[in-house]
Structures are given as structure tokens and as C-alpha cells.
């Protein structure tokens, strides 16, 4: 029994609910593309909320200070005299600097490398064991870090992700651009960013890829400043090398390329420019070539060394995760919009089938106002059922994809995407109903009750 | 409630033409009483009908509520009067299709909120009505006289002091008419509620009723039909 002083406001909320599924096939293949609209939202922010993802996480692993030379966007197309690291050693507060040296891996084992990327690190053994941060040393679960017995031997840690791709094990060869390694250990950070690197000598890297013995990639400074006073210790770093001559990095670009083209007057236009583009795509330096032949002028005050802690060149991605987001929205709103006039379309048929229950609800003191509330109620249950969907499916597209393939991409697809896409569905459900509740609520209730 | 008109016209247009459906009507309809207009199609009868139920504006003159000029009133009194003061009951039922009987009823108090009580006492009117055991039915599922029995108790649950109907026994067998207009003379009786009530059916008609004759927007005849049946 139902007792006296029991409200139920919501039952404009009801009557809204049980509209919308009086017309079962309407409101469904409304819904669906609403669902699809969602969907594809959150599959594609989830790329972009899972590289800051890994972003992030991998940030956390490195607390030290990052040198590398300005404009370089990774380690990768860094390079900088190796003498600066005995320079920087010997700076206040700083008590381990590691040099590095980065290649791009093309082949393994034959085996044409695309996609997911492999880089070949040099690193210096010696100076890695003495950090305090146990990146990639305390990741090993089979085998062994590089130490001193590894120096000047083609010895080479790889990731689990590689191990099982090219199904090896410690002890076994493994050919990397042609040159031949023997695995000692296997490591697994579970960090997309991380787990790219096939970790070798410094000494053996430059004889065998070639590499210019007096320039290095990048530094990992560590130091005993703390969090908080990193940045100031960066400074003073960056500040010393100032008057340095050396060029920043500039990356190619399809203008340089073709100005590159029309100046080339011996070499064939379409080779010049093939070259230039394989140089582009591949990322890597040549073996050989001379840090001046990436390099361009910079400013007279600005040094040609970039120091920052980890987090703060991880705001390159940032910015760079702020336009693809943009880009993704700008994808995402076009089957939005498809949506929301499907939801436009929908409700007008709705409301114009329901004339006459409009002028009965008017004729019992219903509002303009209550009869918009009924039909905006329904549009955006229209948009906060599509949107459910939506994020559910898109949701478990995420789980699966990043089941499948683990080691490619690390997409995320965290509540705040998945509240962020069902409020912004209800919110196009409820502009989808704008009008056609304007146009129910406006209309004569004498003429509609007439027409019944 | 007193309902009174002072020369009423409303024109309609229809593409190029306009039409005078109500034509410079003058006419009062006291309290409590039980009045019935008449005539013949295209008359004016339901166009009246719903100026005095504050859902269409005259094109000249005043409807006057209890004194008050309706013209004059907000739309927010509008509604509140439709919601609280006046009892609708259309010739084809008006029903919501998806909801029960009992919601039906309750539908004046959507907007404002239901409460238990009101909902109680909507179950009461239907129970009055005839209709206790049809509570949860939808109207698809109710036979039409049990549809505006519906009807009736949606407009009993305002207790309202005017109940307007258009045509109430229009769709209905004789039997289930006189059943229905029994009803509406009860609450007439019982709560000296004014009642006006558009009819084609004049056996509904009985000694002491106020009847108002209309022929193209015009009174043609205004009478208090007295005990002796008489052919209007």
C-alpha cells in the first residue's frame, strides 16, 4: 500500500521513459547511432589517454635529469659531444651521468622491423650499474644485466616483448642490422616506451653501427637534489654550455626536403628526394654522419643543450596529445552530428505523431515549459542510452585490443573518458531535442485536441 | 464557479478566408449549474467551449471567471487554473496510450509532483467510477466507456469547480452515455460543481438544465428546460 506523503517527482522523468520505448525500432536505431557515434569516441581518445598513460608511467621510472641536444624531440635525432658528460660529472649535486647512443633497429633476425619500433642502445655499463634507479637492471627476470665482463663483447639484454616475438632466449645469436649479438638477459618494465630498447655496449655499438666516437645521443644525470630542486640543477647545466658551439636539432619536414631538391643540382631530384624521405622515416642519424650535417644555427644565447627531469619533456606529449585530441574530435563530431540529427529526426517524428496527447497534457494545466522537460526528458535518454552502449563497447574494444596486442599499442579508456563520453551524449541527445520539443510545446492545444 | 461571456467572437483563417466561429456570443452560466449547448455541427459549440476552458483567446470580447477577465490572466495562471480549477472530458477519451488508469488520472499532477496521497485518491475516483479492478490496466485494454470513466475520474481527482466535457456519450453506447452523464450530474449535485457539457444527443437533457442553442456562432435559443419534455 502506497503511503500518504510519498513523492514521486520523477514520474514526468516516467512517462518520459515510457514514450521512448512505446516506438521500440525508432528509438533503437536512434540509440544505435548514438551507440556507434560513442563508440568511436571513446576507442579513438583512448589512443591519445593511453599514450599519456604510458607516458606517465614510464616518467615515474626515471627520476633523473635528461640531456639532450635542443630540439630533439628523443634521444634518437639527439647528438652532443661526448666530452660534455665528463663536464657535467664534474658539476656540484651531480653524482652519476650515463651516456647513451640510440639506433633505430631495422632488421632482427632478418626480419623487417615497422611496427612496433625497436631502438639499439649503447649504454655505458659501468656508470648504469652505479645508478640508484633500477630501470632496465632491476627489470631483468632472466639471465643478467650488462656489467663490466659485457664491455667491449656483442652482448645484448632485450625486452620479453622481443624475446617472444623472434622466440629466443638467453644464450642464443640474435642479428640486429646485420650485426650479431649473443642474449644474456631479458627484461620486462611493461612500459610501452621502455620496453623498445635491445640494450648493448657503448664501445660495441660505435664499431659496429659506426657511430662518431666523440658524440653520444643523450645523458641520464642522476643527482642528489631531489624532486624539487631538479629543475634548478637543470638550469645551471643548461646555463654552462651556453656559449657552446654547437647547432640544435631541426627536424625534416616535406619544405625542407623540397628545398633540399631544387638546390641539389647534381644528384637526380626524385633520388635527393627519396633519401631525404627514407632519412625522415627512419628517424636515424647515419652511422657515420657528422653532428653538423643534422644540426642548424641557433640563437647566440640559447645553449645547444636541453636539461630537463623526465616529466617535463614528457610535456612534448602533452602538447602533442593536445592536438591529436583535437584531431580526434574533430573526427569523432562528424558521426556525432550524423547522430544527433538522427536524434533531431527521431524525436521530430515522435512529437508529431503525439499532437494530440500534447494538448491533453495542456488541457490538464501542463506548462510549455513541462511539455519541453517531457520531450528533451526523452532525447536525452535517447543520448544517455546510446551513450552507455557506446562507452561499454567502446570500452571492451579497448580490453580486447589491448589484450591482443600488448606490445603495439596501450590504449586506455579510464572513467573519466567514459563519464566525459556519456555526459557529452546525453548533452547532444538534449540539443537533438531542443526544437522538436519547441515545436510539441508551441503548438494550439485546442487543434490538437481537435484532432482527436 | 460562474462563467461569463460578454460578446464573444473568435475568427479563424483558413488559408485566404476567414471564418467567424463564434460570433459576438453574450451570456452568463452561474454556479452549480448543469448547462448543456447544443446545435449543429460547425456551430461554434466546441470552439466555445474551449475559450471558456482558458485553451483558446476570443478574437473580441471577455470571458469572465468568477468576475475575473481570463485575457488578463498569465500563462502561468492559465495553467494552474486548468490544472487545479477545471475538469476536461473530450468525446474520443484523450487517454495517454503507455500509461495505466491510475497514472491517467494522476496526469494533471505530473508536473508539480505526485503524492502518495494523491495517488490514493486517484485510486478511490476509480474505484468510484467502477474501475477498482482495472487500476493497472492501459487504456488499450479498457473498453470505451471504461476509457472515460477514466476520463471522469481524472477530472474528479482536481475536485474541480468547472468541468467542461465535449461530446462525453459522443463514442459511447446509451446504456454506458447515461451511466456517464449520471456521474457528471452526481458531482454537480454533490459538490455544486458547474458543469457544461457540448452535446449532439439531446436525451441526455432533463428538467432544469441550462441549455444554450447555437446555429453559426450565434445563441439562437437560451433556456432553463422546465419539467414538461418539450421538442427544442
Known amino acids: ?200 655496449d657503448i664501445d660495441v655499438f660505435r664499431a659496429l653501427t659506426g657511430f662518431n666516437p666523440g658524440i653520444v645521443s643523450s645523458l641520464y644525470i642522476e643527482h ?17 654550455f651556453t656559449d657552446r658551439e654547437w647547432g640544435i636539432y631541426k627536424a625534416s619536414t616535406i619544405l625542407t626536403i623540397a628545398q633540399q631538391v631544387t638546390t641539389t643540382s647534381t644528384e637526380n631530384p626524385v633520388q635527393s628526394a627519396m633519401n631525404n624521405l627514407d632519412k625522415m622515416f627512419k628517424g636515424s642519424p647515419p652511422a657515420s654522419s657528422q653532428p653538423k650535417a643534422s644540426v642548424s644555427p641557433r640563437l647566440e644565447m640559447e645553449s645547444p ?34 547522430a544527433v540529427v538522427q536524434v533531431i529526426n527521431t524525436m521530430l517524428m515522435s512529437v508529431t505523431e503525439r499532437v494530440i496527447e500534447f494538448g491533453i497534457l495542456r488541457a490538464n494545466g501542463w506548462s510549455v515549459g513541462n511539455v519541453v522537460l517531457l520531450v528533451v526528458s526523452e532525447s536525452a535518454f535517447l543520448g544517455a542510452v546510446g551513450g552507455f552502449f557506446g562507452s561499454a563497447f567502446g570500452w571492451i574494444a579497448v580490453q580486447v585490443i589491448n589484450h591482443n596486442f600488448p606490445d603495439r599499442v596501450q590504449l586506455y579508456a579510464g572513467p573519466e573518458l567514459l563519464v566525459y563520453s556519456i555526459t557529452f551524449s546525453i548533452l547532444m541527445g538534449i540539443l537533438g531535442g531542443l526544437y522538436p520539443a519547441y515545436w510539441a510545446a508551441t503548438r494550439s492545444p485546442m487543434d490538437a485536441i481537435r484532432r482527436g | 464557479m460562474q462563467v461569463q461571456l460578454e460578446h464573444i467572437t473568435k475568427r479563424h483563417r483558413s488559408g485566404d478566408e476567414e471564418l467567424t466561429v463564434v460570433d459576438d456570443l453574450t451570456c452568463d452560466i452561474q454556479e452549480g449549474s448543469f448547462t448543456f449547448i447544443i446545435g449543429p455541427s460547425g456551430s461554434g459549440k466546441s470552439s466555445l467551449l474551449y475559450l471558456i476552458g482558458a485553451l483558446d483567446l476570443p478574437s473580441q470580447g471577455r470571458v469572465l471567471i468568477d468576475g475575473e477577465d481570463l ?29 495505466t488508469a491510475v497514472d491517467n488520472v494522476l496526469v494533471s499532477e505530473m508536473p508539480v509532483g505526485v503524492s502518495g496521497e494523491d495517488r490514493q485518491r486517484a485510486v478511490d475516483y476509480l474505484k468510484q467510477v467502477g474501475l477498482g479492478h482495472r487500476l493497472g490496466h492501459y487504456p488499450s485494454q479498457l473498453s470505451g466507456g471504461e476509457q472515460q470513466r477514466v476520463a471522469i475520474a481524472r ?9 467542461l466535457a465535449d461530446e462525453p456519450t459522443g463514442e459511447l453506447d446509451s446504456k454506458t452515455g447515461a451511466i456517464v452523464m449520471g456521474y457528471l450530474r452526481d458531482l454537480q449535485k454533490q459538490k455544486q460543481t458547474t458543469v457544461i457539457i457540448v452535446t449532439h444527443d439531446h436525451s441526455h437533457l432533463r428538467p432544469g438544465d441550462h441549455i444554450i442553442e447555437l446555429h453559426d456562432g450565434k445563441i439562437v435559443k437560451q433556456y432553463v428546460k422546465d419539467a414538461t419534455p418539450t421538442h427544442v
Open chain 1, 224 to 240: 642528489d637534489q631531489g624532486k624539487e630542486k631538479a629543475s634548478e640543477l637543470a638550469a645551471v647545466i643548461q646555463k654552462r
Open chain 1, 305 to 338: 643543450l636541453e636539461v630537463k627531469p623526465a616529466e617535463q619533456w614528457a610535456s612534448r606529449i602533452d602538447s602533442f596529445t593536445e592536438d591529436l585530441d583535437l584531431f580526434l574530435f574533430l573526427m569523432t563530431s562528424i558521426g556525432v552530428f550524423i
Open chain 2, 155 to 163: 477530472a474528479l481527482l482536481k475536485e474541480p469547480s468547472l468541468v
Open chain 1, 1 to 200: 500500500m502506497i503511503s500518504p506523503g510519498t513523492i514521486f517527482p520523477g514520474m514526468v522523468f516516467g512517462l518520459a521513459f515510457r514514450n521512448i520505448w512505446a516506438r521500440p525500432v525508432r528509438t533503437s536505431l536512434a540509440v544505435l547511432g548514438m551507440t556507434v557515434a560513442i563508440f568511436a569516441m571513446v576507442s579513438l581518445f583512448s589512443v591519445s589517454a593511453g599514450l599519456n598513460r604510458v607516458v606517465n608511467s614510464t616518467l615515474d621510472r626515471v627520476p633523473g635529469l635528461i640531456a639532450m641536444q635542443r630540439g630533439a624531440p628523443i634521444p634518437l635525432f639527439s647528438t652532443i659531444p661526448s666530452s660534455w658528460k665528463e663536464e657535467i660529472e664534474k658539476m656540484p649535486h651531480v653524482t652519476t651521468v650515463v651516456a647513451d647512443c640510440w639506433a633505430r633497429v631495422n632488421i632482427i633476425n632478418g626480419k623487417t622491423i615497422i611496427s612496433p619500433p625497436r631502438l639499439l642502445c649503447g649504454t655505458d655499463i659501468a656508470r648504469r650499474n652505479q645508478l640508484r634507479t633500477t630501470l632496465y637492471k632491476g627489470d631483468v627476470y632472466e639471465g643478467r644485466f650488462l656489467s663490466e665482463e659485457d664491455v667491449g663483447k656483442p652482448h645484448i639484454v632485450i625486452s620479453k616483448s622481443v624475446a617472444e616475438e623472434f622466440k629466443v632466449k638467453v644464450g642464443d645469436p640474435l642479428e640486429v642490422n646485420g650485426l650479431k649479438f649473443t642474449i644474456v638477459g631479458l627484461y620486462h618494465t611493461g612500459s610501452l616506451l621502455l620496453d623498445v630498447a635491445l640494450l648493448t
Open chain 2, 71 to 99: 485575457s488578463t490572466w498569465s500563462s502561468t495562471r492559465k495553467n494552474k487554473f486548468r490544472r487545479e480549477e477545471i475538469g476536461f472530458i473530450f468525446q474520443s477519451f484523450n487517454l495517454l496510450k503507455q500509461l
